[in-house]
């Protein structure tokens, strides 16, 4: 895990993750204040929701740049470890979905638990 920016982030608070391609993790963002509160290897959330910026998504196909258009916004369970429930992978393409997808290209908006691993998997129970 890399170092979080406040002391402790306490279990339960609301926060958005996003992939950081720039320093290869996750960036955490507090829902509360939003600004970025740690970066992580690793993430577990619980009563996630996926959220995609429609108009992101249009600029990034247009200047074929990467930007932040996606999170997964849920309540913090901590950094480590595999939640059983979370099995089914989850991902988003911006060049190939409008939204987060599951193995079989169904659109996923919710998940009661979710595990964001060191590979850049989601894992979520759907």
Request: charged share 30%.
């Amino acid at each position: 895990m890399k170092k979080p920016f406040e002391p402790e982030l306490p279990i339960g608070k609301l926060v958005r993750v996003y992939r950081n391609v720039h320093q290869n993790c996750y960036s955490v963002v507090s829902v509360d204040t939003g600004r970025v509160v740690a970066h992580a290897d690793t993430v577990r959330l619980r009563d996630c929701r996926f959220h995609v910026n429609p108009k992101g998504v249009a600029k990034i196909r247009e200047t074929r740049r990467k930007r932040v258009v996606a999170y997964v916004q849920g309540y913090f369970m901590g950094w480590e470890g595999k939640q059983e429930q979370a099995q089914q992978s989850v991902r988003f393409n911006p060049y190939e979905n409008e939204s987060f997808v599951d193995a079989h290209g169904s659109r996923v908006d919710t998940s009661w638990f979710v595990d964001l691993d060191r590979k850049g998997w989601i894992w979520a129970s759907l």
